[in-house]
């Protein structure tokens, strides 16, 4: 298991590394939730950043493996490692803000700060969407060294 682990971090250190800070951001809103009694649409302020930090890190691991096959463009994985990390932080962290302040982070424009994360959120996805396409647009083009085993 070891193994795999060193593997995954040597494929794309950058997606791994956001992965396992969001880990530990996961155990810091775990800890949280029994701490703070407020909610948020009936559900504890806490656990929405919860389900986030690990479908995001099961998303940032699956790309970090898969990217690694795309061998000669190493120029465009790198692009967009890094900034599917950066907009994957930004997007976290406006999350753990509005979590932090006990509002709801979705469809939420109540206030000019509210309306700001909600866009800066939607902005985030957006973006990382279109480097999503291009990821995929490689695998189509670049026909990626899978193995078959």
Known sequence: MREFWRELYRRNPPLVALGWLLIAAFFFALIASFFDSRTVTGVNTWIKPMKF???????????????????????????????V?????????????????????????????????FSMMGMMIYLNLLFDVWAFGLFLVKKPAIPNS
Do not use: K, P
């Open 53 to 83: 930090c690990l479908s995001v890190t099961a998303y940032l691991w699956t790309l970090a493996w898969f990217l690694h096959d795309v061998r000669d463009s190493r120029r465009s994985v790198n692009l967009i490692s890094y900034s």
């Open 85 to 117: 990390t950066v907009l994957m932080f930004i997007e976290m962290v406006c999350l753990y803000s509005q979590a932090g302040r006990g509002v709801q982070s979705h469809f939420n424009v109540s206030t000019s700060y509210d309306a700001a994360m």
